[in-house]
């Protein structure tokens, strides 16, 4: 099949145009790659990819409406996975109309691509911020989400409510994945693995917001490809559904929307303890309270995925942290 993969130079997006690839698909890859974090990174994942034969990868600003447009009719995609955004809790308290382009006109372009050329099914990334200062744990699919305390979060809760509404109006199927703190090789520099690894390794201290008392439901890059490249083969329909919970709360039979994530909150001191072992080096903690847009804890409930893919997350933060480190020094070098 011929698959579009937005943010193809990014992290998850990288890795999953790759695995299609290798399945035998054609795939255009679309960035921006704009300079949120080094653009360096980016062109290097693009790199790892290049030479698949398969793949083809176009620059295009998914809030280009009339780019964007041009692409669908022309390519003719049979399925859409809608990974680009820009990304971050924190950045977007200082530049909210980065996450207004992208993140809402972003998906609104995307969306009008699929309902006009016929694309069988869109997967598309929300995020586990969209529960905010939820206390009930673990975090539910059908739990409620009106309370976002940051604008990324309230962004992909909106991304949620347009596909709602697309499945709905024009039976369009879509599939919502919220991810829950995803790490791995290539991961992006603006998060807690690399800054804290590089800081250790550098020497310098590292920050520990909220006193080190956080929980965080760290997801390993391979599960996160697993789960998207499975859950993109289910399309949501019209056909009577085995998880009457799920179809209560999501309205049509055309929408679904599942958490997935490792399903294990790990203490922040105990993940700082991961990176130590890993560079075999102590860290210098700098204790500091809570980040504005920040909360305390995020843990996903994957009973829902699991149910209709037959696999959650399971990778055990050391190795997977492990990893991490390994490319972090080849990468360095």
């Known amino acids: 099949m011929k698959y579009l ?3 193809a130079a990014g992290f998850i997006g990288n890795f999953v145009a790759q695995r299609l690839c290798e399945q035998g698909h ?3 890859g679309l960035d921006n790659l704009n300079d949120y974090y080094d653009p360096n990174l980016k062109l290097a994942r693009l790199k790892r990819i290049e030479h698949l034969q398969t793949f083809r990868f176009i620059k295009m600003d998914i809030a280009d409406r009339v780019a964007i447009a041009e692409l669908f009719v022309t390519e003719q995609f049979d399925r859409v996975i809608h990974l680009a955004a820009q990304a971050g809790v924190r950045y977007s308290i200082e530049n909210p109309m980065a996450y207004i382009d992208s993140n809402m006109v972003g998906m609104a372009t995307i969306l009008e691509g699929c309902r006009h050329n016929k694309v069988q099914h869109l997967v598309y990334a929300s995020s586990s911020s969209v529960y905010g200062a939820n206390t009930k744990v673990p975090f539910a699919e059908e739990d409620r989400v ?9 962004t992909k809760k909106a991304n949620e409510l347009m596909a709602h509404t697309y499945s709905h109006l024009y039976s369009l199927p879509t599939t919502g994945l919220r991810f829950f703190t995803v790490y791995g090789p290539w991961g992006r520099p603006d998060m807690a693995p690399f800054l804290f690894t590089d800081a250790i390794a550098n020497d310098r201290p590292i920050k520990v917001f909220n006193q ?3 929980q965080r439901d760290f997801t390993y890059i391979d599960d996160i490809v697993e789960g998207i490249i499975r859950i993109q083969d289910v399309i949501p329909n019209n056909a ?5 919970k799920l179809e209560k709360t999501q309205g049509s039979p055309f929408y679904k929307l599942y958490n997935i994530g490792n399903n294990q909150p790990v203490e922040l001191e105990a993940f700082i303890t991961c990176i130590e072992n890993a560079l075999g080096k102590k860290a210098n903690k ?3 309270p809570m980040q504005d847009g920040d909360v305390v804890r995020t843990f996903a409930d994957v009973s829902g995925l699991e149910a209709v893919i037959g696999f959650k997350p399971n990778t055990d933060l050391q190795a997977g942290i492990n990893n991490f480190v390994e490319w972090y020094k080849i990468y360095e070098i």
């Open 5 to 7: 993969v937005t943010g």
């Open 26 to 28: 054609e795939v255009v």
């Open 146 to 154: 009106d309370h976002p305390v940051s604008l990324y979060a309230a």
């Open 212 to 214: 080190g008392k956080m």
């Open 240 to 244: 009577a559904t085995d998880d009457i």
């Open 286 to 288: 700098q204790y500091l």
